[in-house]
């Protein structure tokens, strides 16, 4: 895996000012140096010159290599320090810095990308003291070009962030452990996606029926100095106002960093969270595809929302990883579709919360999702449902569920859950075990009915047979039953078939006749009960 690039090339363009204040720019440096070192990089420098109260760093290289043949290459052309005079240091860099991450797929083939960035008029201006500082940047303006290593794809990328400033704060305490905290903003950030690449053909021999080549010549490669070769092509653009960042981490003490042995770390004190917060949101994106017969194809879209969010934390605890977005729209139309697809939600959310740290004991795990004020346009219901048979008011699903498990493996061990890890039987062995769940909230409420379900089940060291019970309440079913029917979706003669079905596992509410009630229930052996009746 990569090391996040918020911890590499963005650190050392926003916080390439020094880590303490009131030292000498060798000082800050080494410091520099040393903390790279300490989070896992190879650092290499062209040359330093200067002394006092200037130095300036030439063809500065950090590397990071992973044991998976993983790696990542950040260059930077120059850096000048120099002293202010007024107690503060002055940190520029200078030129065109180039970011390399490569790896190896399953198959062998190299993968990965090269990303150039472009930081005119960057300043960091860093004060404080050595055991406490404070380092302020700005960049006015910041360019991103990315593409591919791909020897038969293009996949250019540019991204442009305006008016990025913010400071960062370091704490150093008398054991060694260090805490810092961060907060950054940019005024917009514009991103262009152009990928074009030979679109996918039939081989010959599908084709017309004939033998492939003799030498196993890839049919679908196109020929050298072949001009008729089709070509694909996707260009997208995203824009996004109104950026925020903010965030803290602590660092144990020691040799044990979160880059050699994130796990070791993490039970040491090692800890980090961001929040990301985002305004308006805009992009469009164009594509042109040939399929495998030689057709082609269009399709086009749009799509928007008024903010959105995204959070992660990590500490000996477990992570957790959550997002959202509001008032959310998409519009898209493409020629195989007889018409344009169209569709809002007021709420989209998620939160996922999990143990990293293996242990014997139990840990907890949640996981949510919410989508809210779900519409469909106009079009796709003329479509669907000319004769408005069904409610149009807006759907939502809502998930809520929680639990605890045993974690068997750490979660950032580079193997993990990739089938190496087998049980006393041989068997690949899953690292999660889980030992209870409790349903909170499981819902859905869409074209006039609803399903509302809850409940709690324990595991034992078989997770097929859990025990517990769960329970449902059911509205609108027979209403939108005879709807589909009348729209002609279910044949009237095949409505027996889902309604036996429903009075298997679920039963009439006393005085509300369009609801329906279930409780299954999971019991020890294996067996299921639905409203006392054995079904298993």
Known sequence: MYRPLATSAMALILGAGPLLADVTPNEVWQNLRDGYEQMGYQVQVGSEEGSGDRLTLTDVVLTAEEETASDMTLTLPRIDLAATGDGTVRSVVEGQMVLQMRDTDPEGEEVGMTLTLDAPGNETLSSGTADEMQHSFVMPTLVLEGRALDDTNEVPVTATLTNVEGTQTTATAADGSATQTYQGSADMLEMQVSATGPAATMPEDEATGDAAPEGGADATAPADGDTDTAIDSFDATIRISDLTLEGEGTSPAGEITFGNQPAAALEAGASGAGRFAMGAIA???????????????????????????????????????????????????????????????????????????????????????????????????????????????????????????????????????????????????????????????????????SVQMSGDLTFGDDPSQPVGTITGLFSGIDTLLDSLAAMGIVPQDQLMAPRMMMAMFARPVEGKPDQLQTEIEFREGGSIFANGQQIQ
């Open 283 to 449: 992009g469009s994106f164009t594509s042109a595809t040939t399929g495998l017969e030689g057709e082609d194809a269009t399709a086009s879209g749009e799509f928007t929302a008024a903010s959105g969010a995204l959070a992660v934390s990590m500490s000996a605890e477990g992570l957790t990883y959550e997002g959202s977005a509001t008032d959310m729209a998409t519009q898209m139309t493409s020629s195989g579709m007889p018409f344009p697809i169209s569709y809002a939600a007021a709420l989209n959310s998620f939160r996922l919360a999990m143990p990293v740290v293996a242990s014997e004991e139990e840990q907890p795990f949640a996981l949510r999702y919410a989508l809210e004020g779900l519409t469909l346009d106009d079009a796709i219901w003329q479509a669907l449902d000319p004769e408005a048979a069904l409610p149009r008011d807006p759907a939502s699903l809502t998930l809520n569920v929680d639990g605890q498990t045993i974690l068997s493996q750490n979660f950032m061990d580079p193997t993990f859950a990739d089938g190496t890890q087998t049980g006393p039987d041989g068997q690949p062995q899953m690292p999660f075990l889980p030992r209870s769940l409790s349903i909170n909230n499981l819902s859905l409420d869409a074209v006039g009915a």
